[in-house]
């Protein structure tokens, strides 16, 4: 409606109506309203804002009980300067790339062979019969029991690495996939089928867009058992030539730097969180509104 | 020269052989369920429908009428008996059963595609058939932006997108209310007879079926059985409220009452 008005002098009463009509317009249309305004962010950030303060209070009385010395397990205040310290080093950054390149890659590739397979289990009975279950089972097997495996099949290359991330990650990409076309409702299947849909018309056209919010919820899973196993595998495969965020991890340890080792950790957690409120956060609440089922 | 006759030549074969009914179901019975306690959905059904013939079937609930449509869909195969559908079918749904991650044009696009349209011709045609359910202004609603005739007006034109000769339609507007399904009758009966397609169309509600149909039939229930069938000589457009059409509907009504009380069924 403010699109569309003429453009004559508007007094600052109309502007704030036009305001408001845009808001109740973007919120009956499934938007989510408000974005950008101050009141909206502010009611977001002030709970995490909270968490975060607890969280480093309860830090500080630990650290102050005397319960460990200050050298092994040290305040949030000496952590958090090292972090900003380091975050200033090119040698930091490097192994941040390190690690982010290995993630994407080896994701990148459990997520080809997870589609690859759920598709394959969900669509023929003979196969989810023989591997259905062994997905499930694979998933739930530690990443870092398939290191002395990988170890014999790769030695201490990234080809180890890459193995474990894959392995790790590939079972929930499938195991999404699957319960997304299961759960795909069978009237759109038969409307699908009426339309004159078979085979890989239906699968694209049908089954896998209808199936794609628990798809990008088996990704988001895939991606947590993916870096996981990664940085399971950087504490082991240690290569002089890569530096990465886990064999820092392990350098720190060897060397008792707890302040280096509890900052690294607290940078991996910042990235944890990045991929999840830039990428599948907005990417779930995206296809949630195109569907109509967000409901604020 | 010859050549490009010959195409031209077969449609017209096509046209004046309208002797050959376009759907012709002969004895057909279908068991569903346990092989050992099977439950005869259709006992014996012959039925006719010529080309460009509307037909509504009408029965109570259980009567069978969405496996008869499975069937001419050809989504199933009959038990007993045999179905010869000449030429393609479109199936319509109660429920629109639009894909909700895409838009009413999208809706429309997809039914293009799969009927082999070309990419670039697919958005002029996916349009030019929202505006023949007069949705045009909507094209780029999500289902779920939609009311619930809209989506049945999108379903319309997402069947109709698919070339065919027979359309098939489940209680389609069973779920409107009143007036929206006059509505649309107005334009279902526009539609038809710009395209000349066969359409059987199931409904329970008789006024809807004398409305719309050449030929009325009427199954009984459990199991479904042709019990009377019923032509309808009412000059076009009909109006559902009035006494013609009122006149015309009751001794139906009358017979199907019969059959739900000789059946006890609801």
């Known amino acids: 409606m403010a699109l569309v008005e003429p453009p004559i002098a508007v007094t600052p009463e109309q502007e704030e109506l ?4 845009a808001l109740a317009q973007a919120e009956s249309a499934g938007r989510r309203s408000g974005q950008g305004s101050f009141g909206a962010v502010w009611s977001a950030t002030w709970p995490k804002l909270v968490a975060v303060v607890v969280v480093l209070v309860l830090w500080q009385v630990v650290a102050w009980s005397g319960w460990r010395p200050w050298y092994v397990l040290p305040g949030p205040a000496p952590v958090l300067r090292r972090l900003l310290e380091d975050l200033s080093t090119a040698a930091t950054w490097h192994a941040v790339a390190t690690t982010m390149r290995r993630a994407l890659l080896g994701f990148s590739l459990a997520v080809v062979i997870g589609l690859a397979l759920g598709v394959a289990v969900s669509r023929s009975e003979v196969l989810r019969r023989g591997i259905g279950s062994l997905l499930t089972g694979v998933q739930t097997m530690p990443s870092i029991a398939w290191f002395p495996l990988a170890l014999i099949l790769f030695q201490f290359s990234e080809g180890a690495i890459f193995f474990v991330v894959v392995i ?10 699957i319960s997304g076309i299961d759960h795909v409702p069978p009237l759109l299947i038969r409307a699908g089928r009426t339309l004159g849909a078979q085979g890989w018309s239906l699968l694209r056209l049908v089954i896998l867009p209808a199936a794609l919010p628990a798809i990008v919820g088996g990704l988001k899973q895939g991606w947590a058992f993916a870096w996981r196993s990664l940085l399971a595998g950087e504490l082991i495969v240690i290569l002089g030539s890569r530096p990465s965020l886990g064999a820092r991890l392990e350098l720190m340890r060897q060397s008792a730097d707890s302040v ?10 910042c990235i944890g969180v990045a991929v999840d409120a830039a990428g599948f956060g907005p990417l779930e609440r995206h296809l949630r509104r195109r569907r109509g089922l967000e409901v604020s | 020269m010859t050549t490009l006759a010959e195409p031209t030549m077969a449609l017209e074969m096509c046209d004046t052989t309208s002797a050959v009914p376009q759907v012709q179901v002969r004895a057909v019975s279908m068991l569903h369920g346990d092989p050992r306690h099977p439950v005869r959905a259709l006992d014996g059904i012959s039925l006719d429908i010529g080309p460009g013939e509307f037909v509504c079937v009408v029965g109570a609930s259980g009567c069978g009428k969405s496996t008869l449509l499975n069937l001419l869909a050809g989504l199933d195969d009959p038990t007993v008996g045999s179905i010869a559908v000449a030429g393609r079918t479109s199936l319509m749904f109660q429920d629109a059963a639009l894909f909700p991650w895409l838009t009413a044009r999208g809706n429309v696009e997809v039914a293009l595609e799969l009927d082999g349209v070309a990419r670039r011709d697919r958005r002029p045609q996916a349009e030019e058939l929202l505006r023949t359910v007069h949705l045009e202004a909507f094209a780029d609603r999500r289902p779920h932006e939609l009311s619930g005739g809209m989506r049945q007006r999108v379903a319309l034109a997402r069947a109709l997108a698919r070339r065919c000769d027979l359309l098939l339609m489940d209680e389609p507007f069973g779920a409107l209310d009143a007036m929206t399904r006059d509505l649309l009758h107005d334009e279902l009966e526009r539609l038809w007879i710009e395209r000349g397609c066969a359409v059987m169309f199931v409904t329970h509600n008789v006024r809807e079926a004398v ?20 032509d309808i000589d009412l000059e076009r457009p009909r109006r559902i409220g009035s006494p013609e059409v009122a006149e015309l509907a009751a001794p139906i009504a009358e017979r199907l009452r019969e059959e739900v009380v000789r059946h006890g069924a609801r």
């Open chain 1, 18 to 21: 036009a305001g408001l009509d």
């Open chain 1, 168 to 177: 790790g990650g590939a079972p929930s990409v499938a195991n999404g996939v």
């Open chain 1, 260 to 269: 280096g080792l509890i900052a690294t950790m607290l940078l991996l957690l």
């Open chain 2, 211 to 230: 409305r719309l149909a050449d030929r009325v039939v009427l199954l009984s229930s459990r199991p479904g059985r042709v019990v009377g069938e019923f």
